[in-house]
């Protein structure tokens, strides 16, 4: 069982930055990603980065974040990060990690967030306008 908490979220004005973490155990096997969910709205994919072992590790974006936001792994730490800088209002939701053992960022399997097993419990981020 795979356990994911999230931390980092806060209130900030646009333009601002803020860094989002991810701990849990077991990482390195699980590709890692970011997923988001603004009131009345469905999640939606934000950004995905593959597992340890490939032999390289890729990150893709939505294009909503692409340039502003970026996706990284500590495997030692047992952490993902996600950077986001350049916050705008649209940016405002909770946002979530979540772990796919079977997803590859080469697919479309990534960006599906009914792919996922593992979830954190989420964190908020507003942003003011």
């Known amino acids: 069982q795979v356990q994911l908490v999230e931390s980092g979220g806060g209130l900030v004005q646009a333009g601002d930055s803020l860094r989002l973490s991810c701990a849990a155990s077991?990482?390195?096997?699980?590709?890692m990603a970011w997923f988001r969910q603004a009131p009345g709205k469905e999640r939606e994919f934000v950004a995905a980065?593959?597992?340890?072992?490939?032999?390289?590790?890729?990150?893709i974006y939505a294009d909503s974040v692409k340039g502003r936001f970026s996706g990284s792994r500590d495997n030692p730490k047992n952490t993902v990060y996600l950077q986001m800088n350049s916050l705008k209002p649209e940016d405002t939701a909770v946002y979530y990690c979540?772990?796919?053992?079977?997803?590859?960022?080469?697919?479309?399997?990534?960006?599906?967030?009914?792919?996922?097993?593992?979830w954190g419990q989420g964190t908020q981020v507003t942003v003011s306008s």
């Open positions: 979540a772990a796919c053992q079977a997803c590859t960022v080469t697919s479309g399997t990534a960006r599906n967030p009914d792919r996922y097993h593992y």
């Open positions: 980065i593959s597992r340890s072992s490939d032999n390289t590790v890729y990150t």
């Open positions: 077991g990482l390195s096997s699980y590709l």
